[in-house]
């Protein structure tokens, strides 16, 4: 579904990503680990088209394209969905005019037909039970005075929405308590298919008690230097990022 | 220039290569402007002495008068010897389908959604007999008449219903007021005439839109609206469809009388059009609107959007007479391109525990200027009286202006005043976050501002705040990359 290959990624001069190499396949959970400043949000950035690098070299293929010349739009039109660490407020939209928006838009790329209001409403209430939404909420503007924990919980929310082929968290259990933390998790479980992939981002071994993954793997430095199962988590958890300089699968 | 503005400047100006020379009769008198045109004018008109006689004081002050200099707007001389000032409702060029109009035109229609029948109307061409206006407007009058509300042309009110013209005519904006406005009493054309009697709810909306001679009005609008004690009117001006004119300058008036216990709400959308991509043409509106609330208890509230014009001057204000009396304004200003506005409102504070709210929300694109400007003046009788006034501006891209000119001044101790006033921008990070969700650029821009603009998009009757979103995401096409 998606493959990286020799992804290099600079701003201002100073080399971020330094020839990483990923490979998603559907049906898969990949979390990325590393320390603070190592690139893990530049990946997801990059992914999703975010236009603030120098220069990125490399290739990311995803379903068979060339991400590199899709707009940021497209990206997500094709199923590409990432869920924000710090999610912008949009005063004076309503949630449920934003899903709208994005739906109708996402329908009609894909050559769907837009959904009535009815189908619309009956879908958002459907959803919402995903990650326990109050109905107050949803008819709050886009994030406007909402807490870490609703924040993260409208991210969630919102990829329930679209039903994402890849879905990228970003630090999703940064600012969430354990209860909330649990909801989300579950919410992200709950939507999980064969079908499609999902790549967890994350700087504590934590969330993956939650959501389990298939493959570990840490970026440090930035490339990924060691790739394990799900119990490299608990590893990395225990022994730190000073471990991984020893134990890197490519030189340093 | 690119072809699309080549096409959109040929339209405007076709309309004046057909506007004037035609084969039936020609209503249309010299240019230029002094008491003989005024006398003309009213001639043509059969207008009684007494206003002939105010034409004549107002042209004799407008004389006296420079124009004013004051407002943040950079306003090329206009020639007042070169413009016709009167012409009698002229044929349009009537085409015979959708297919010979402008395909930009009809894209902008569709992208608002206005219906077939409608655009032909719009364009001019001609409607089958089921939907003819007449029509419309006979069912229209006929459910009014039954409430003994006269909803007019000006014109018709002053043949009609003299006494009432006579009584409320200037008695809210005086011939003397300014500049625009003694120009206005002097030469104005047409415009609308309403009056609700006493006690009467008025039980739809009042549109210009179902007034057949409201697409030809002219240049020198004026509109007189009174509300008769514990009667309701909402009003509603302009369309949102783009208008053209091949008059560049525009100054209207429009006064409100609201008496003992009466609403009137007014909403405008204005549109006309704004100059092309460089800022050559556009319409020049100068617009003076006033509503008294003369009576105890009585509210009088104006919305406006405002996206057209190249020029847009403009301070719809409330004088609030009445004890308890309210006045609302809510205004949503966008300029793009090289447009300018300098609009805003007045609060005139008389009577003891007057209210006041004044929500501004401009919006500039391009190389446009937008200035809000405000006064909230309380006089020293007016006890308990209050205002709140918000104005928060919003700029897209780094080459346009936003400026705020607000004027209290209090003379009660009593009176308890607020002004906030923000100014930000749409940020990258809202942009990144709508296109993530698979909107584009414009869209995002669209819906982000679309939010901004809700407090007083809300305010707008429910049809009307539906076309005016898409007109806000219209006007600002093009405005970002």
């Known amino acids: 579904m998606l493959e990286i290959k020799d992804l290099h990624v600079s701003i201002q001069g100073k080399e971020i990503l330094k020839g990483l190499n990923l490979s998603v396949k559907p049906g898969e959970v990949h979390a990325i680990m590393g320390p603070n400043g190592t690139g893990k949000s530049t990946l997801a950035n990059v992914i999703t088209g975010r236009d603030i690098y120098d220069n990125i070299s490399g290739e990311i293929i995803y379903k068979g394209k060339n991400l590199m ?74 994030n406007e005075g909402f807490s870490g924990g609703e924040k993260k919980k409208n991210e969630i ?16 259990d940064s600012g969430l308590d354990i209860d909330a933390l649990r909801i989300v998790a579950n919410g992200v479980n709950k939507l999980r298919t064969p079908e499609n992939a999902t790549i967890v981002i994350t700087h504590y071994q934590r969330l993956l008690d939650y959501i389990v993954p298939d493959f570990v793997h840490v970026l440090y430095g930035g490339k990924i230097v060691k790739t394990g199962g799900k119990e490299l988590a608990l590893e990395l958890e225990d022994k730190g990022y000073e471990w991984i300089k020893d134990h890197a699968d490519i030189q340093l | 220039m690119s072809d699309s503005n080549q096409i959109l400047d040929e339209v405007t100006q076709s309309d004046y290569k057909y506007g004037f020379v035609s084969n039936i009769e020609t209503e249309t008198i010299e240019k230029g402007l002094n008491e003989d045109v005024v006398r003309l004018i009213s001639m043509k008109k059969k207008e009684p002495d007494w206003l002939l006689d105010y034409r004549l ?37 009537t085409l015979t389908s959708l297919e010979e109009v402008d395909p930009e035109l009809i894209d902008t229609f569709n992208k608002l959604g206005i219906s077939l029948e409608e655009q032909k109307r719009l364009t001019g061409v001609a ?65 609308s005439f309403c009056y609700i009697p006493k006690g009467v709810r008025c039980p739809m909306e009042l549109s210009t839109y179902f007034r057949i001679n409201a697409a ?43 008496h003992k216990d009466a609403e009137v709400k007014y909403s405008t959308v204005q549109n006309w059009y704004p100059g092309d991509k460089e800022g050559r043409g556009g319409i020049y509106n100068f617009v003076t609107k006033r509503g008294l609330c003369e009576g105890a208890n009585s509210k009088i509230s104006w919305t406006q959007v405002e996206t ?16 308890n009396s309210v006045g609302e304004f809510y205004s949503v200003a966008v300029t793009n391109n090289y447009q300018q506005a300098d609009t805003g409102s007045k609060m005139i504070h008389l009577g003891k525990n007057t209210r006041s709210t004044i929500v501004s929300k401009g919006i500039s694109a391009g190389r446009s200027h937008n200035s809000y400007r405000g006064q909230v003046k309380i006089n020293k009788n007016a006890t308990g009286a209050r205002n ?40 990258d990070d809202q942009l990144f976050y709508c296109q993530q969700r698979g909107l584009d650029a414009e869209k995002s821009i669209s819906l982000i501002v679309n939010g901004y603009a809700r407090e007083v998009l809300n305010q707008l009757p429910m049809e009307f705040a539906v076309e005016a979103q898409k007109l806000l995401a219209i006007s600002l096409e093009g405005s970002v990359g």
């Open chain 2, 388 to 427: 709140f006034s918000q104005c928060d501006s919003l700029l897209l891209g780094d080459r346009c202006g936003a400026h705020t000119f607000p004027y209290i001044d209090t003379k009660n101790a009593s009176a308890i005043v607020e002004h906030e006033a923000t100014t930000s921008r749409i940020s």
């Open chain 2, 308 to 323: 057209g014009s190249a020029i847009t001057w403009k301070y719809p204000s409330c004088v609030l007479k009445g004890d």
């Open chain 2, 216 to 258: 030809n009005t002219g240049q020198f609008e004026r509109t007189l609206i009174v509300a008769d004690e514990g009667s309701y009117v909402s009003y509603l001006e302009g369309c949102t469809a783009p208008q053209r004119d091949e008059n560049q300058l525009h100054a209207a008036i429009v006064e409100i009388i609201a």
């Open chain 1, 69 to 142: 010349e899709m707009a940021i739009e497209d990206r997500a039109r094709e199923g590409i969905f990432l869920s924000f660490q710090y999610p912008v407020e949009i005063p004076g939209v309503s949630i449920t005019n934003f899903m709208r928006a994005a739906m109708d838009e996402i329908y009609l790329y894909r050559g769907k037909k837009p959904m009535s209001g009815g189908e619309f409403l009956k879908y958002f209430n459907e959803k919402k039970q995903f990650v326990e939404m109050t109905a107050n909420l949803a008819n709050r503007s886009v």
């Open chain 2, 127 to 191: 409607v089958d007999a089921v939907i003819d206006s007449v029509s419309v407007k006979t069912t229209f009058t006929a459910t009014l008449a039954k409430y003994g509300i006269i909803f007019c042309s000006f014109s018709e009110a002053v043949q009609e219903h003299p006494e009432l013209v006579r009584k409320y005519l200037g008695s809210v904006v005086p011939y003397t007021d300014n500049y625009f406005g003694a120009l206005n009493s002097a030469v104005f054309s047409d415009g």
């Open chain 2, 57 to 93: 004081k107002a042209f004799r002050k407008w004389q006296q008068m420079d124009m004013p200099d004051w407002a943040h707007l950079k306003i090329p001389p206009i020639d007042f010897q070169n413009i016709i000032y009167y012409a009698a409702p002229k044929k349009k060029e």
């Open chain 1, 157 to 172: 929310f919102q990829m329930a929405m679209l039903n994402p082929d890849l879905a990228i968290l970003d630090e999703t």
